[in-house]
């Protein structure tokens, strides 16, 4: 177990999201960022790619393009509408598709995009990760923490809109172990079997 303090708790997530990009892509690959605001992790997605499109849906939060980056202002759920189909490599995502209104209208969107044999690498917050699960016991259910989130997953949630959806092959990965309060966050890098439900992310990968 490690004790840490970190500016930001996204962090080992996004590291776990990386790690697995890094594994597959190829210098010649055009890759897509949906929810593209954090220019740190596009630029470091951009380094191992041909190119970039990243699709943001605020014009406020739209960067400029960049080097081998482009940006899109539009929707996940009109991506076919905003990228040619069969065209993408690899798409990543952090932390959106909790926001998305019809979150398997965006999951067919992008199987329409990406090439065959694309790969998604998509992550999102466990509905009943071990701190909310503990607070839970002494306030009942809440709300989710932030108010824009459409929802939050368990894993059976995941499987069955991927079972929806146009994708056959998937897995899904739990993403740490961890309690946190402030600049506080205890956690397992690795996370127990027996605790799997109780990860504080969820890690789905997803192959066209």
């Not at 990009?21 to 220019?39: D, F, H, Q, R, W």
């Not at 740190?40 to 190119?51: D, E, G, I, R, V």
């Not at 202002?73 to 189909?85: A, C, H, M, R």
Request: proline letters at 5%; charged letters at 25%.
């Amino acid at each position: 177990m490690k004790s840490c303090i970190v500016p930001n708790l996204f962090i080992y997530d996004w590291h776990s999201v990386f790690k697995k990009y890094k594994s597959i892509v190829k210098p010649n690959m055009t890759v897509l960022e949906i929810g593209a605001s954090n220019t740190s992790n596009t630029k470091q997605l951009a380094m191992h790619c041909k190119s970039l499109i990243g699709v943001e849906l605020s014009p406020k939060r739209t960067p400029l393009n960049f080097s081998n980056v482009k940006y899109i202002t539009g929707d996940w759920q009109k991506l076919s509408s905003l990228i040619k189909t069969n065209s993408i490599d690899i798409a990543v995502s952090t932390h959106v598709i909790e926001h998305v209104p019809d979150d398997l209208l965006a999951l067919n969107e992008l199987y329409s995009v990406l090439k065959k044999d694309g790969v998604a690498i998509i992550n999102t917050p466990n509905r009943k990760r071990l701190t909310r699960t503990i607070i839970e016991l002494f306030t009942g259910k809440r709300k989710f923490p932030y108010w824009e989130h459409e929802r939050e997953y368990i894993e059976k949630d995941l499987i069955n809109l991927i079972h929806k959806s146009k994708f056959k092959h998937y897995t899904i990965k739990p993403v740490v172990l961890g309690l946190h309060g402030g600049p506080i966050y205890i956690y397992l890098e690795s996370v127990p079997a027996i605790l799997r439900p109780l990860s504080n992310f969820w890690e789905i990968h997803l192959t066209k």
